[in-house]
């Protein structure tokens, strides 16, 4: 999933510098601080699931799995009840989505700036929810996935959870090419704030409704 990603994230840097109206920076530094935003979205994701596992008192640790044979990391921590659960597994997707939203809200609209860092870590925000909720949809890949954690702690389909991380991600991207839409970006919050609601309906299943194994997070 992250060779996928990255993939996707190099053809990304040229699209998403189409429209600035700024003078560009020559291509090799402007592609750099593309992939630097793009990690920081990445190290982004990674550290509010580590956040709560420290808050909810769990001991965060890496461990490879792999996705069909692509190998990465995930970040591993002992069973939680199903509330604290949720909220770790989709810990990501809340970081994704609030940044997301500084990204776009307030003044020069983003795709008309020369900003490769910004536009980098939007990419990896909206490419990261598109790769997840394929891998919902089709319920395929590590038994560890953040959809999955999600799914199993709120005791829904995948699918739903699926659909919930990649509307944000399809409003946002319509956002970043739409500035200007006056809809879009109440759409895009109010599928954000579906997701993090979900957490009541975790959060009263009973505490010993959860995994009996540790579950880590790619």
């Known amino acids: 999933m992250r060779r996928a990603l990255a993939a ?4 990304l840097a040229a699209v998403t510098g189409a429209g600035a109206e700024e003078a560009p920076s020559p291509r090799p530094s402007r592609l750099l601080r593309f992939l630097g ?6 190290g982004a994701h990674e550290m509010g699931h580590v956040t709560l596992d420290l808050a909810f008192g769990t001991s965060p640790r890496v461990r ?39 990204l776009l809200s307030g003044g020069r609209p ?44 709120a005791a829904v389909d995948e699918r739903w959870i699926g659909a919930l991380v990649l509307a944000p991600a399809l409003l946002d991207s319509y956002r970043y090419f739409r500035p200007r ?21 975790a959060a009263n299943r009973p505490p010993d409704a959860r995994p009996a194994a540790v579950t880590p997070r790619p």
């Open 37 to 42: 935003g793009a990690a920081t979205g990445l």
């Open 8 to 11: 996707l994230l190099a053809a």
């Open 181 to 201: 839409s006056k809809w879009a970006p109440w759409a895009s919050r109010a599928a954000k704030v579906a997701m993090v609601l979900l957490v009541v309906r």
């Open 64 to 102: 490879g799995v792999d996705f069909h044979g692509i190998p990465f990391f995930a970040v591993s921590h002992e069973p939680l009840p199903p509330g604290e659960e949720y909220l770790v597994s989709s810990a990501g997707f809340a970081v994704q989505n609030a940044t997301s939203e500084w």
């Open 110 to 153: 983003l795709r008309e700036q020369a900003a490769p860092y910004k536009k980098g870590w939007l990419a990896f925000n909206v490419m990261a929810s598109a790769a997840y909720a394929g891998a919902a949809f089709a319920r395929t890949g590590p038994a560890e996935r953040d959809t999955r954690g999600m799914a199993e702690s």
